[in-house]
């Protein structure tokens, strides 16, 4: 059982960097792969990237690679997405999300869910 809060969205101008910040509630964090999704007016919900259990092992979609980084602090209980060189199609809602298991492209194969943290890049 997770309960996750994201934080860190905002309004930036392209080529702009922000932050965001998903904090998790659970003792069992570390066991969770944890993961980056978002959505925007219109469109489906998309995988961004995700983080192993571990933090051995990173996954990008071809969109972000280069751009996006995904850490995570387990004594924390927190994962984090880095984002550089911002551009006006990266303009959604950002969601973290929580799988007990390996991480995987599928929205519908994550377990919890935040709230999501709104991110406007304009150009």
């Known amino acids: 059982q997770v309960q996750l809060v994201e934080s860190g969205g905002g309004l930036v101008q392209a080529g702009g960097s922000l932050r965001l910040s998903c904090a998790a509630s659970g003792r069992t964090f570390s066991s969770y792969a944890m993961a980056w999704f978002r959505q925007a007016p219109g469109k489906e919900r998309e995988f961004v990237g995700a983080?192993?259990?571990?933090?051995?092992?990173?996954h990008y979609a071809d969109s972000v690679k280069g751009r996006f980084t995904i850490s995570r602090d387990n004594a924390k209980n927190t994962v984090y997405l880095q984002i550089n060189g911002l551009k006006p199609e990266d303009t959604a809602l950002y969601y973290c999300?929580?799988?007990?298991?390996?991480?995987?492209?599928?929205?519908?194969?994550?377990?919890?869910w935040g709230q999501g943290t709104q991110v406007t890049v304009s150009s």
């Open positions: 999300a929580a799988r007990y298991s390996d991480y995987n492209r599928v929205p519908a194969q994550y377990d919890y």
């Open positions: 983080i192993s259990q571990s933090a051995v092992n990173t």
